[in-house]
């Protein structure tokens, strides 16, 4: 190893670098947005990581040589080709380098960095009971305030920090359900009792999914089902612990319905066993509200796609008005840049429901990750960010590509119903969890 990377190697892997990634990685899952929000001094601190992971995927650029393995060398010329595009299409659309926004607009380039940081920094494993413990705390913390909600009193002082308190979305809580549970899952503890808290713990969240987003709800129970398949020899097994575990998992899927209850229609201030059955029937009914039986999932009407679902048909409207305002400005190819909102941002549009820019006026994702990328950079981006997650999963040993790809399917495909990977906190968790437990050293 030349003195270079040989120095390289000792920055990145140094415990400050280690600890304080660690750190930023844990509160982002247990605070979400509010923590991303705090000021230190001018930037928030979502913007300062963010800038941290773009400095990290621009020397990675410079560096294939730290990285011997050939699969990691072709994800960095596929990124090399991704950044030179970038330059191309903001320099045709006279895009300024010097203006914040046009990297904000492209954080869905930068975000990559962390993928580097996992790769190199020594991976992240449970060896300890106590460390197992803390993990499953964060896990259930998250269900906690799903449900209740912070105290006011921290509630307040992110209020004061940051620049908004948000509490977790449903793609959030998808994505840390899945990095926890498979942190839980690739412990070295006795791989019994692990796959029954693997059950515990989905018999807790699916329910509250289901509340929070219904394609979240589809991604959570994707992950479930193949999570069951991959260790299906340990289904088999029927003791009396097992009995218990199976009577607990019924309970836990009683009490996270009635307290996702407390959302829907009324808070329930004492709960009977006749309440039970009303209380998944309300739960299912309020996911539904707004869809309308006249109309079927899809149809066709006038040439444009439209939904019987409120919530779906609101995103079918806004992504083809977006496609439709690229092709008129001749935008396909290479993208509408990254210089402003996107022209269907521009106006109010309540035709189909809410406006489109939300009820701050400040909303300019068109929640779908990948034809944010398609918009903003166009066909050629979006083919080569293809290309980039093909090579990723070329990188990935053989053995464990099961367990990479429910991962990477479900958070993919919430994505493409929400502004997840636009935010700070989310691509930089997914990322380096991918490079930190997945990529071959």
Do not use: C
């Amino acid at each position: 190893m030349s003195i270079k990377n040989n120095l390289l190697n000792k920055v990145i892997r140094s415990n400050f670098v280690i600890y304080i990634t660690l750190t930023f990685i844990t509160l982002s899952i247990i605070f979400s947005r509010s923590f991303l929000g705090i000021y230190i001094f001018d930037f928030r601190i979502g913007e300062i990581f963010m800038a941290v992971s773009a400095i990290a995927l621009i020397f990675s650029l410079f560096l294939s040589s730290y990285f011997p393995s050939k699969n990691i060398s072709e994800i960095i010329t596929v990124l090399q080709i991704m950044i030179v595009l970038f330059v191309f299409t903001s320099l045709i659309t006279k895009s300024s380098f010097l203006n914040l926004y046009t990297y904000k607009a492209s954080s869905y380039i930068w975000s990559v960095g962390f993928l580097f940081l996992g790769t190199i920094i020594p991976k992240f494993q449970i060896k300890r009971m106590i460390t197992l413990i803390f993990v499953e705390v964060i896990l259930l913390s998250i269900f906690y305030v799903a449900v209740f909600d912070f105290p006011d009193t921290i509630v307040n002082l992110f209020l004061s920090l940051s620049d908004k308190y948000e509490p977790h979305k449903g793609s959030d809580i998808v994505l840390n359900f899945i990095v926890l549970n498979t942190l839980i899952s690739f412990s070295s503890k006795n791989r019994n009792q692990i796959f029954e808290l693997f059950l515990l713990n989905s018999s807790l969240f699916l329910p509250l999914m289901l509340y929070k987003s219904r394609a979240g709800f589809l991604a959570t129970l994707f992950f479930i089902l193949v999570h069951l398949y991959l260790h299906r020899e340990y289904l088999v097994i029927f003791n009396f612990r097992r009995i218990a575990i199976y009577f607990l998992m019924i309970v836990l899927v009683i009490v996270s319905t009635l307290l996702s209850q407390r959302y829907v229609v009324v808070e329930f201030s004492e709960t009977t066993i006749e309440q039970i059955p009303s209380a998944f029937k309300t739960l299912g009914e309020y996911k539904f509200s707004k869809y309308k039986e006249d109309y079927p999932v899809f149809y066709i009407s006038e040439k444009r796609i439209y939904s019987g679902d409120g919530n779906l048909n609101w995103r079918l409207q806004l992504w083809q008005d977006a496609i439709v305002d690229n092709a008129e400005a001749n935008d396909l190819l290479l993208g509408a840049g990254y210089i402003g909102k996107l022209t269907v941002f521009l106006e109010d549009n309540t035709g189909y429901g809410n406006d489109r820019r939300g009820l701050d006026g400040l909303n300019e994702h068109v929640h779908n990750y990948f034809l944010t990328i398609f918009l903003r950079g166009g066909v050629l981006h979006l083919l080569i960010f293809l290309l980039f997650y093909w090579k990723i999963t070329s990188a990935i040993d053989k053995k464990n590509i099961l367990d990479y790809l429910k991962v990477i399917l479900p958070v993919i495909f919430v994505s493409m119903f929400d502004s997840s990977m636009e935010n700070s906190h989310f691509p930089l968790i997914f990322y380096y969890f991918i490079g930190n437990q997945f990529i071959k050293k």
